[in-house]
């Protein structure tokens, strides 16, 4: 494995000693403090060349950082090294036998996944694992998540995040009235404007498969002004995670649309040894909003880029497509709830089993930076209406501690949206 030493983390008693001496005295640069919610304890990052020192101040008697103080002093507390697959190398460890404190990553400063090794196994120091930030700070930009199925348990279901590769979208339309200094940090564009982003569709599977969403697909492969427009890179991609999942196309009972834009409906259909279009999933019925069918169908001089209307007619002339017009539970466990917003006609899914609630909210919220009200993609044709739909999402996916499937977002998969002191949080979880 490869790691690189990340931060010396210190235990300090007393904060504005500590700072006297490393930002007065040495006269280094302090960052703004990070809360860590889960460890009780309050993170001063001071840059130190490639590497960095980490002031670790308690918040409560209970911290791990106010026993460690009350035992031993203030002093060197931790090491940390970065890694690229966190998970990877927590399985190495275990393999070899290393006591580990954390046998699973969780959620550590600055959005990073962290879990920390027994000093017993590392010679009396203690040293803490670290996966770079989910949201890429300007100086630091992190590499995309790699393209995979990820599962999750939900009761009774089993969720699967597949993948259909990267594309890239102009920022203005990706953030809309926020202003370009704001966004970059968290989104880096690159020379042309155009930002990252994932396309992640979704596997339940219950009593039925069911597949929500399907990605750009791979019909537009030998276009090359498509490509080079939209940037898409499918070198891995929803066939290699259905794989991944243990699904065949044959196995999907049911497909279901947020809405029909190209890049949640172009991989619905594929082009078949003749040409020909035709229904990707054989077997599967494809559930459709009628409301969106029509708009894609008969699209305006607005929203006619964002539709492949050619595809989904071949949809219709196979007779797979069962249009719905109300919110309603499409297999046991999976109930659909229009928004609008993005599309007049968008809609998300909401999944239950036994008491436990994930959704997938599609364009409602495509990736961690858009949660503040504002952040609101440029596409959307209701802006007013997203900005509402969105503020209710985001409570009631609180309130029932909701696994949040993100359809966009190149680092993170699915997470919780957590409010703290007003201020909407993404906290990933891995699997
Ligand atoms: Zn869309
Ligand atoms: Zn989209």
């Known amino acids: 494995m490869k790691a690189v030493l990340d931060h010396v983390g210190i235990a300090v008693r007393d904060l504005g000693a500590a700072l006297a001496f490393y930002r007065d005295a040495l006269g280094l640069e302090i960052e703004a403090p990070e809360e860590v919610a889960t460890q009780r304890v309050r993170a001063h990052f001071i840059h130190a060349g490639e590497s960095a020192l980490e002031l670790l101040e308690a918040t409560a008697a209970d911290s791990p950082i106010a026993r460690y103080v009350d035992k031993r002093g203030p002093g060197l507390h931790h090491i940390t090294l970065r890694v690229d697959d966190l998970a990877a190398a927590l399985d190495q460890l275990k393999a070899r036998g290393a006591k580990l404190i954390d046998d699973q990553p969780r959620p550590g400063a600055e959005g990073s996944l962290v879990a920390f090794i027994h000093p017993v196994s590392a010679h009396g120091v203690l040293v803490e694992l670290k996966q770079a930030a989910t949201h890429a700070p300007a100086a ?55 930002v990252l982003l994932a396309m992640r569709p979704l596997v339940v599977r219950g009593v039925r498969t069911m597949l929500i969403d399907a990605g750009i697909g791979g019909k537009e492969a030998d276009d090359a002004r498509f490509n080079d427009l939209y940037a898409v890179d499918r070198s891995r991609n929803l066939d290699d995670t259905l794989a991944e999942a243990g699904l065949a196309p044959d196995d999907i009972d049911i497909v279901l649309a947020s809405h029909l834009h190209l890049d949640h409906a172009g991989g619905f259909t594929v082009r078949d040894g003749s040409g020909r279009i035709r229904p990707r999933f054989p077997r599967a019925r494809y559930v459709v909003r009628r409301g969106e069918w029509e708009d894609a169908m008969h699209p305006n001089a607005r929203s006619r880029g964002s539709y492949l209307s050619n595809d989904l007619q071949a949809l219709a002339d196979a007779g ?24 007049m006609h968008h809609q998300i899914a909401w999944i239950e089993s036994a008491g436990r609630h994930a959704v997938f909210p599609a364009d409602l919220l495509p990736t961690t930076a858009h949660l503040p009200d504002a952040w609101i993609l440029g596409f959307d044709l209701y802006p007013m209406d997203t900005l509402a739909a969105k503020a209710a999402f985001a409570k009631e996916a609180e309130a029932r501690d909701a696994l949040v499937f993100l359809t966009h977002d190149p680092h993170v998969t699915a997470g919780r949206i957590v409010t703290d002191e007003g201020k909407r949080r993404f906290v990933p979880q891995l699997t």
């Open 320 to 343: 797979v497509l069962e249009l719905v017009s109300d919110d309603q539970t499409v297999m046991p466990g999976v109930r659909v709830r229009r928004t609008g917003g993005h599309t």
């Open 140 to 194: 630091r930009p992190s590499e995309p998540a790699p393209v995979r199925a990820t599962r999750y348990a939900l009761g009774d279901l089993e969720l699967v995040s597949l993948h259909d590769g990267f594309f890239r979208l102009d920022g203005g339309g990706i953030f809309g009235i926020v202003p370009q200094p704001l966004w970059a940090p968290k989104a880096p564009p690159d020379s042309r404007n155009r």
